[in-house]
Structures are given as structure tokens and as C-alpha cells.
């Protein structure tokens, strides 16, 4: 079991496979890209499924979620899917991705035993995608996410950031196409994990913001806590149900009293929150042939170490120095 000193279990793992990227989204990072990790420091697709065995059989760990980068640019994705989904107890299994090249994998994926993807769309405008992700893609992650929801990788969700002066009038708009195309729509307050460090807590688009522009077209219900358990999306039925809506205010509405999370990085290094400034490595003690109880010792040692919260509710807070596609959303 991953439990910490505050009596949080963690249940959930994060996987990231790789920090490469096809997309520059602006609050991500910068448009010349990053310096990429080097391929002998990433995990193997053996020491992924390692890890996670290990995770699942010995941990407690009950949902695995594949992220990046962008988790579609590795080659070996279908293998490791379906050699997690053969694991007993089999953990649930879920992609987040930028739906660029999910229209030609998604069969395979699901055939593999995906359960299901987030696919990230901040906006309905064409312009304004090229805008925020410096490529004009827009309509490859509509295709994806057809295809996603065609090969019954459901519920299919879609997370969107909203960014001031670009997307920020879009929110209602974007709800009534998710609810007519039977998508879940997660809003995300946009977080510091920019490698340019761009981001202003001044100004940001917050949980409030957008629930009140959601509200000139839409009635809310709130689901309630019960429901919501230690998902980190407050949600709302729309307009009496059936559909949902989302929104996780990590920065404004913190909710890291119920964190599960554990994650995983492409470099093989332990990270007990998305904002942790430390790291421990994972990857030394499998290429130094520890065995399994060693390495689950290691991790749990992590775990127990985690903080109390990811401090992002503190106005003094500081950008870790590590950008999201080294670590995984």
C-alpha cells in the first residue's frame, strides 16, 4: 500500500511515457521546443511494465493512466497496454493525449484494452488552436476524437484550458458541442508548469470564472461530494442530466486533502505530486538488478514522504524547474 503520513492512499498511478511533443501549446512550452531527454535515460517498455506490476500486484495500485508528453508518439504503446491489461488484478486503464493520431490508433488501443482517453481541446476555433499550439492541427484532434468515441473508449473526456484574451469567451460554446457530441468536458484552471515560465496567477481564468460564463446559458446542478469522491473535477449536471461538466481548480480550489496519485516519469523517477521540486529514482535500482520487493520498498519510502499539499494555493508560490512533459499531466 501507498500510504503517506497523512493517511492518503495511492490508488491512482500516472505513467508518463515519454516528454516529447508535437504540439507547442503555449502554456506548456516554448515554440522551439525543450531539450529532450536522451533515449538510453528513458524506460524501456520492459522496465514500464515492470514498474507497473509492481505498482498493481504489490502497491494497491488500481488505475493506471498513460501520459506524456504526448503518450501516442511512443512506438510501443499497444504492447504496453495489452501487457498491463493482462495483469491480475487487472487495473482499469485510461490515455491522456492531445488526440493528434488517435483517429488511426484507437481500435488498436481499445483492441488492446484501453478503457478510455482525455483527449485536450481548448477550443472550437481553428485560429485560435494554431494560436495556442503554435500547429495547425485542429482538425486531426476532432477526427481523434470520433474515432476515440467509434471504438467505445468511453466516456470519452475532453480537457480544456482557457487562456485569456485567446479562448476565454468560449466556454459555453464549448459545453453545448461536448453535450451534443456525448462528451464529457473537464475545464482545467491553467496551472505553472510552462517551461518559459509565462504564467501570472494575476488574471488567470479561474474555477469561478468560468462556472459563472457557464451559467449565462446553462443550468448547474452540483453532484455533490459523495459522488465526486477523490476525483480532482468538481462536477455539474447540465440542464438536469444526463450530461456532466467538470471543472478542477487546482490553483484556486485545491483538492489536495484527497489526492490518490502516485506518479511516474519517462526518466523513471517517482514524483509524489505533479508540483513536487523532488524526485526519487526508480530507474537505478532496476538497472542494478533489485528485485522487486526492493524496488516497492523504495516507493513506498516515497510516498510516505509526500507533502501535506502542492502549495499552488500560497501567492509566494514557486514554478518547479521541471516543465509537464518531463513529468506527465
Avoid at 517551461?195 to 452540483?222: E, K, N, V, Y
Wanted: charged share 25%.
Amino acid at each position: 500500500m501507498l500510504i503517506d503520513t497523512y493517511g492518503r492512499v495511492a490508488t491512482d498511478l500516472r505513467v508518463s511515457l515519454t516528454d516529447r511533443c508535437n504540439l507547442r501549446c503555449t502554456y506548456c512550452m516554448p515554440e522551439e521546443g525543450l531539450q529532450w531527454l536522451a533515449k538510453p535515460d528513458l524506460l524501456t517498455d520492459d522496465e514500464i511494465v515492470r514498474l507497473i506490476t509492481v505498482a498493481v500486484r504489490d502497491l494497491g495500485v488500481e488505475e493506471v493512466r498513460f501520459t506524456g508528453g504526448e503518450p501516442l508518439l511512443r512506438p510501443g504503446l499497444v504492447g504496453i497496454v495489452e501487457r498491463v491489461a493482462a495483469l491480475a488484478p487487472r487495473p482499469q486503464m485510461s490515455l491522456t493525449t492531445n488526440g493528434i493520431g488517435l483517429e488511426r490508433t484507437a481500435a488498436a488501443l481499445r483492441a488492446a484494452g484501453l478503457d478510455r482517453v482525455n483527449v485536450s481541446l481548448d477550443t472550437l476555433r481553428p485560429d485560435v488552436f494554431t494560436a495556442l499550439t503554435r500547429r495547425k492541427r485542429h482538425a486531426d484532434v476532432l477526427h481523434g476524437l470520433e474515432a476515440a468515441r467509434a471504438a467505445g473508449l468511453t466516456p470519452v473526456k475532453v480537457n480544456t484550458v482557457l487562456m485569456p484574451g485567446l479562448n476565454d469567451d468560449e466556454a459555453p460554446d464549448l459545453l453545448a458541442w461536448a453535450v451534443a457530441h456525448d462528451y464529457e468536458l473537464r475545464f482545467i484552471e491553467q496551472m505553472p508548469l510552462d517551461a518559459q515560465h509565462g504564467w501570472q496567477r494575476d488574471g488567470m481564468i479561474t474555477a469561478g470564472d468560468i462556472l459563472d460564463s457557464l451559467r449565462t446559458r446553462f443550468t448547474l446542478t452540483p453532484e455533490g461530494q459523495d459522488e465526486r469522491g477523490s476525483a480532482p473535477a468538481e462536477r455539474w449536471v447540465v440542464d438536469g442530466g444526463p450530461h456532466r461538466v467538470g471543472v478542477i481548480g487546482s490553483v484556486t480550489r485545491p483538492f489536495c486533502r484527497a489526492c490518490d496519485r502516485t506518479r511516474l516519469t519517462a526518466d523513471g523517477q517517482i514524483r509524489t505530486c505533479l508540483f513536487a521540486t523532488e524526485e526519487t529514482d526508480l530507474r537505478a535500482a532496476l538497472r542494478s538488478g533489485a528485485p522487486d520487493a526492493e524496488i516497492a520498498r523504495i516507493w513506498k519510502l516515497a510516498m510516505w514522504g509526500k507533502k501535506a499539499g502542492s502549495g499552488l494555493d500560497d501567492p509566494a508560490f514557486l514554478q518547479p524547474e521541471r516543465p509537464m512533459s518531463a513529468i506527465g499531466g
